[in-house]
């Protein structure tokens, strides 16, 4: 519907009277967008105290002031707790296929056999789009335990695996 035609009377009125907003009118949308810009800006500012807590801690107090530290050592500490004692990497990769609900039974199985035998392991599921048709268990400096790649429906050749004595080698090949 169009606006109505002003009145000559409507003209003459004084400025300050003309900015003044008139009732704005609120939809469903608008309500929702307004909600949602609000619940963002909150989660920024948390985000922003979060941030500035980690980056300096306060120390003890030297000579009557309070000196920053700076917490640059963080990376270093989670990149040496995923070593273990002899320098491996205790992360496992385990890719599987989307496409049949076998690759993802044999994932989980394989995962929680190593989480169960090797203590502090971390196991990772497809971290990445996983590739068609194939089954591959790697840790993540590269060493691949277990490589199946293209495979074809039926996918006799992983169906064929005894899942039991691939876990086991991998946990040996992992400690030893």
Known sequence: MAP????????????AEKLAPASSRVTRSSARLAANSKADSAVDEAVTESAKSKKAKRAPKENGKV?????????VDAALEKLDKDG???????????????FKKR??????????????????L???????????????????F??????????????????????SDIIEKIKG
């Open 88 to 102: 491996k990497n205790r992360t496992v990769v385990i890719e599987h296929c989307k496409q049949c609900q076998s």
């Open 146 to 167: 277990i490589s199946l790649l293209d495979m074809k429906r039926p996918f006799t050749r992983m169906k064929e695996l005894d899942m039991e004595e691939v876990i």
């Open 4 to 15: 109505r035609k002003r009145s000559k009377n409507q003209e003459d009125e004084p400025a």
């Open 67 to 75: 000196k920053e530290v700076e917490n640059e050592g963080v990376e």
């Open 126 to 144: 497809n971290p990445d789009t996983p590739r068609r048709g194939c089954f591959e268990i790697r840790s993540e400096d590269g060493e691949k």
């Open 107 to 124: 994932a989980i199985q394989v995962q929680n056999g190593l989480e169960n035998g090797v203590p502090g392991i971390t196991v990772m």
